[in-house]
């Protein structure tokens, strides 16, 4: 007993001196061929450590001061690489992927890669990309992905800046698409709107990214339904050597990352790794402790499983799910917000589950590689609204519906002296379940539905002029065996990206590209049946959006880069609400079902503007994104007028940037600015006959306008280092500049100030009380 007594306070003593310096590992590979790249030099900017990668692409540091640096990979033929705000930790510093592109002119002598900003001949503008680490210390973001590529050039924030909806460049909410790691994955938020994709909470963990990149224009051939863009989520190799421990204690929820090596045995690196998570909210208790009525709980969980096969083949198992309940409950005291809440919201139900296997090959002539993934994707989703919500009784609205979609997809990547080119396929079976009650519409039915998708690509790129000038050419299409407005030769989309250095140190860029997208209508729309058990909505055609882009770029210095681009989205066939007169490009933003109704798919529509950027990687302790778009937004209704869209704000204006302080302390800040918005007002009177659902008059779109949205949130991080921990704790100010959140005039019941209804009934406006009061938050990263 005494031992073990001894044991533990050498543990702890030993844990809890200060430990200034850390260790950490990583790789180096080709990043066409996928392969190690042997013999790599990778130096610490600043300092005078420098190591070389052994023959399968690992390298190692050992005991390097703990603080922050930029780690410069290079490679022999290769453009080198730098990884910018890479932070050294005593424990759980994370593992570094270098990709290196080959030089195709200069295969003797290492070459200079002129900017950090890399894009693809494909995707050569409208691109974005964040790393883990800028991430988890976003300012208002709470380590929430989701939440932190809100502030993403040409994202506008949704009513109340509270959801994460991608509201891209006057797009709506339902325009973007999500992959992890190569598969889909139709949800990323707790509580999501069925048929589109927002929510309030993101469910991925920021401990399994690598890196995240975002396309809003020239999008890869091989991704199917994106009219305005593509989010797309690199995770990380699990631990090959030890296991490492991350505990997470936000504002909202706590979770917990392991990352393991399996069956290493006497190995120095096992060909097997773990990561595994479990996120839990407390937002429930915490709302109850203050006397507020909702009560938001949630689940989330994510896991991969890699097995390195052999030096060519690797295996992956994915996972990631949600459990989500959201319910009510009455206050001890009246008060009117607090009741209008009870009596509007609705209360959801929630599950969803992503698996996905994938198999990598890599081809042993160095030419090309494969990838098959097999995947499935599962959503639950009750949403009820009740006479009495409280005690659930009395169903006024009630979607209780089931999607289910099994795919397989595969693409092959091959190289060749001058070409590079890629095709493949995918198969999806989809299935829908529903059963739908609307005392408000008239509706109530159950549907199922089934039926196979199918979609096609190829696309090629090459380098002229000496590399000055870069083309893609790329063609997608796609079909399903259940609508009949449109086959697969109705739904060709091609798509042609050119850039071309108009200086040759690259300093100066001009790229171009062009595009015609497709999306299939949602499950909402297709399983919708009328009273007469028939699917009205079955002979809709797919949504078109043709995208023409141009840009110019300027690479000021190795590490800033000033972009402008001026878009055009000239949409067509997109889905118009029978029941309201107008695009459901206005509609998806809230607690709803998206879809769930008669359409015509005869909307037009058209979203274009400039868009002006500034971005400068960790330069001098400094780092920051500045980001301007001015834009209109238009789509018609069933009167085939341009009218502009619920997220047509004219004006939106983004900063994001940090600076690291002596001792690991760093600051940063986040600002937001939406023009003035237009929104749909309330109809009071058929509110009051319908009550408590609010109706919308949608025939006033545009009359009235929300005041202009403007947020500042701040972060203060402090990083200690022990011999068995790190430790790193953060403060956050949102909204630190004091800032009315402009949302519409919400309305209640009229009661007397103890709560008894007045006869008669009378919808009366409610005072929301939103005071401007900054927000203080504090939460804490525990490494081991």
């Given at each position: 007993?005494?031992?073990k007594?001894?044991?533990?306070?050498?543990?702890?003593?030993t844990?809890?001196?200060?430990?200034?310096?850390g260790?950490?590992?990583?790789?180096?590979?080709?990043?066409e061929?996928?392969?190690?790249?042997?013999?790599?030099?990778?130096?610490?900017e600043?300092?005078?450590e420098?190591?070389?990668s052994?023959?399968?692409?690992y390298f190692v540091?050992?005991?390097?001061?703990a603080?922050?640096?930029n780690?410069?990979?290079?490679?022999?033929g290769?453009?080198?690489?730098t990884?910018y705000?890479?932070?050294?930790?005593?424990?759980?510093?994370?593992?570094?992927?270098?990709?290196?592109?080959?030089?195709s002119?200069?295969?003797?002598?290492?070459?200079?890669?002129k900017s950090?900003f890399?894009?693809?001949?494909?995707?050569?503008?409208?691109?974005?990309?964040?790393?883990?680490?800028e991430?988890?210390?976003?300012?208002?973001?709470?380590?929430?992905?989701?939440?932190?590529?809100?502030?993403?050039?040409?994202?506008?924030?949704?009513i109340?800046g509270?959801?994460?909806?991608?509201?891209?460049?006057?797009?709506?909410?339902?325009?973007?698409?999500?992959?992890?790691?190569?598969?889909?994955?139709?949800?990323?938020?707790?509580?999501?709107?069925?048929?589109?994709?927002?929510?309030?909470v993101?469910?991925?963990?920021?401990?399994?990214?690598?890196?995240?990149?975002l396309?809003t224009?020239?999008?890869?051939?091989?991704?199917?339904?994106?009219?305005?863009?593509?989010?797309a989520f690199?995770?990380?190799?699990?631990?090959?050597?030890k296991?490492?421990?991350?505990?997470?204690?936000?504002?909202?929820?706590?979770?917990?990352t392991?990352?393991?090596?399996?069956?290493?045995?006497?190995?120095d690196?096992?060909n097997?790794?773990l990561?595994?998570?479990?996120r839990?909210?407390?937002?429930?208790?915490?709302?109850?402790l203050v006397?507020?009525?909702?009560?938001?709980?949630?689940?989330?969980y994510?896991?991969?499983?890699?097995?390195?096969?052999?030096?060519?083949?690797t295996l992956?198992?994915?996972?990631?799910?949600?459990?989500?309940d959201?319910?009510v409950?009455a206050?001890?005291?009246?008060?009117?917000?607090?009741?209008?809440?009870?009596?509007?919201?609705?209360?959801?139900q929630?599950r969803t589950?992503?698996?996905?296997?994938?198999?990598?090959?890599?081809?042993?002539?160095?030419?090309?590689?494969?990838q098959v993934?097999?995947?499935?994707?599962?959503?639950?989703n009750?949403?009820?609204?009740f006479?009495?919500?409280?005690?659930?009784?009395?169903v006024?609205?009630e979607?209780d519906?089931?999607?289910?979609?099994?795919?397989?997809?595969?693409?092959?990547?091959q190289?060749g002296?001058?070409?590079?080119?890629?095709?493949?396929?995918?198969?999806?079976?989809?299935?829908?379940?529903n059963?739908?009650v609307?005392?408000?519409?008239?509706f109530?039915?159950?549907?199922?539905?089934?039926?196979?998708?199918?979609?096609?690509?190829?696309?090629?790129?090459?380098?002229?002029?000496?590399?000055r000038?870069?083309?893609?050419?790329g063609?997608?299409?796609?079909?399903?065996?259940?609508?009949?407005?449109?086959?697969?030769?109705?739904?060709?989309?091609?798509r042609?990206?050119?850039?071309?250095?108009?200086?040759e140190?690259?300093?100066?860029?001009?790229?171009?590209?062009?595009?015609?997208y497709?999306?299939?209508?949602?499950?909402?729309?297709?399983?919708?049946?009328?009273l007469?058990?028939?699917?009205?909505?079955?002979?809709?055609?797919y949504t078109?959006?043709?995208?023409?882009v141009?840009?110019?770029?300027?690479?000021?210095?190795?590490?800033?880069r000033?972009?402008?681009?001026?878009?055009?989205?000239d949409?067509s066939?997109?889905?118009v609400?029978?029941?309201?007169?107008?695009?459901?490009?206005?509609?998806?933003?809230?607690?709803?079902v998206?879809?769930n109704?008669p359409?015509?798919?005869?909307?037009?529509?058209?979203?274009?503007?400039?868009?002006?950027?500034?971005?400068?990687?960790?330069?001098?302790?400094?780092?920051?994104?500045?980001?301007y778009?001015?834009?209109?937004?238009?789509?018609?209704?069933?009167?085939?007028?341009?009218?502009?869209?619920?997220?047509?704000?004219?004006?939106?204006?983004?900063?994001?940037?940090?600076?690291?302080?002596?001792?690991n302390?760093?600051?940063?800040?986040?600002?937001?600015?939406a023009g003035?918005?237009?929104?749909?007002?309330?109809?009071?009177?058929?509110?009051?006959?319908?009550?408590?659902?609010i109706?919308?008059?949608?025939?006033?779109?545009?009359?009235e306008?929300l005041e202009?949205?403007?947020?500042?949130?701040?972060?203060?991080?402090?990083?200690?280092?022990?011999?068995?921990?790190?430790?790193?704790?953060?403060?956050?100010?949102?909204?630190f500049?004091?800032?009315s959140?402009?949302?519409?005039q919400?309305?209640g019941?009229?009661?007397?100030?103890?709560?008894?209804?007045?006869?008669?009934?009378?919808?009366?406006?409610i005072?929301?009380?939103?005071?401007e009061?900054?927000l203080p938050?504090?939460?804490?990263?525990l490494?081991?």
């Open positions: 007993m005494q031992k007594i001894a044991g533990l306070l050498l543990w702890i003593t844990g809890v001196f200060a430990q200034n310096a260790s950490f590992s990583g790789q180096v590979i080709d990043a061929t996928q392969q190690p790249l042997e013999g790599a030099t990778i130096v610490i600043g300092t005078s420098g190591v070389i052994d023959a399968q692409g540091f050992q005991d390097i001061p603080q922050t640096y780690l410069t990979a290079s490679y022999l290769f453009e080198n690489q990884q705000n890479v932070i050294v930790k005593s424990v759980g510093t994370s593992d570094i992927l270098f990709k290196l592109y080959p030089s002119d200069q295969l003797d002598e290492v070459v200079v890669s950090p890399r894009t693809n001949s494909e995707t050569p503008l409208s691109t974005q990309s964040l790393s883990a680490v991430i988890e210390t976003y300012p208002g973001g709470n380590n929430d992905i989701a939440k932190v590529a809100q502030s993403l050039p040409g994202i506008s924030p949704s109340g509270f959801r994460n909806d991608f509201i891209i460049r006057g797009g709506a909410p339902n325009e973007t698409v999500y992959y992890l790691d190569g598969i889909e994955i139709p949800n990323i938020n707790h509580f999501a709107t069925q048929g589109s994709a927002g929510g309030p993101g469910m991925l963990n920021v401990d399994f990214i690598r890196e995240v990149n396309a224009s020239a999008f890869g051939a091989e991704y199917d339904n994106p009219l305005s863009g593509v989010l690199e995770q990380r190799e699990g631990n090959t050597q296991m490492a421990t991350k505990l997470r204690v936000g504002a909202s929820e706590a979770g917990i392991l990352n393991t090596p399996l069956f290493k045995g006497e190995k690196r096992s097997t790794t990561m595994l998570s479990a839990r909210s407390y937002l429930q208790f915490i709302f109850e006397g507020l009525p909702i009560r938001p709980d949630y689940w989330d994510q896991l991969k499983l890699t097995h390195k096969l052999d030096a060519y083949n992956s198992l994915i996972g990631l799910g949600s459990i989500d959201f319910s409950a206050p001890d005291d009246f008060d009117a917000q607090q009741q209008a809440t009870i009596e509007q919201v609705p209360i959801i929630q589950t992503t698996l996905g296997v994938t198999w990598k090959n890599n081809f042993k002539n160095g030419r090309g590689r494969m993934a097999l995947s499935n994707n599962r959503l639950q009750t949403l009820n609204r006479s009495d919500n409280v005690n659930k009784s009395g006024l609205f979607n519906a089931v999607e289910n979609e099994t795919k397989l997809r595969l693409s092959i990547f190289y002296n001058q070409w590079k080119w890629s095709y493949g396929f995918n198969i999806q079976r989809s299935e829908y379940e059963a739908t609307s005392v408000l519409n008239n109530n039915y159950t549907t199922a539905i089934d039926f196979n998708k199918y979609g096609f690509f190829a696309k090629a790129s090459r380098s002229y002029l000496k590399d000038l870069s083309l893609s050419f063609l997608r299409a796609d079909g399903d065996s259940f609508t009949t407005g449109s086959s697969l030769l109705d739904n060709l989309s091609p042609i990206a050119g850039s071309y250095n108009i200086t140190d690259q300093q100066w860029k001009l790229n171009a590209s062009v595009g015609r497709y999306k299939i209508p949602t499950y909402t729309m297709l399983g919708f049946q009328n007469n058990g028939q699917f009205i909505n079955q002979n809709a055609r078109r959006s043709d995208h023409y141009i840009g110019l770029e300027y690479n000021w210095t190795p590490t800033a000033i972009t402008l681009e001026g878009f055009l989205k949409y066939q997109y889905p609400s029978v029941l309201d007169g107008v695009s459901l490009a206005n509609k998806g933003g809230g607690f709803e998206l879809g109704e359409i015509t798919d005869d909307g037009e529509g058209r979203s274009y503007g400039l868009e002006f950027l500034f971005q400068q990687k960790l330069t001098k302790n400094f780092y920051g994104v500045l980001a778009t001015y834009f209109f937004s238009e789509f018609t209704g069933t009167n085939g007028v341009l009218l502009p869209s619920v997220w047509d704000s004219r004006n939106l204006l983004s900063f994001t940037g940090g600076y690291k302080l002596p001792k302390w760093e600051i940063s800040m986040r600002y937001r600015y003035q918005t237009p929104f749909v007002p309330t109809n009071v009177a058929a509110s009051l006959a319908a009550y408590p659902e109706v919308l008059d949608y025939n006033r779109l545009g009359e306008k202009a949205f403007s947020q500042g949130d701040l972060r203060i991080d402090k990083k200690w280092n022990f011999k068995r921990l790190s430790f790193n704790f953060y403060f956050e100010i949102q909204n500049l004091a800032q959140v402009p949302q519409p919400e309305y019941l009229e009661r007397t100030e103890t709560g008894e209804l007045v006869n008669p009934q009378n919808l009366v406006p005072d929301t009380n939103r005071t009061t900054p938050s504090f939460g804490f990263i490494d081991f």
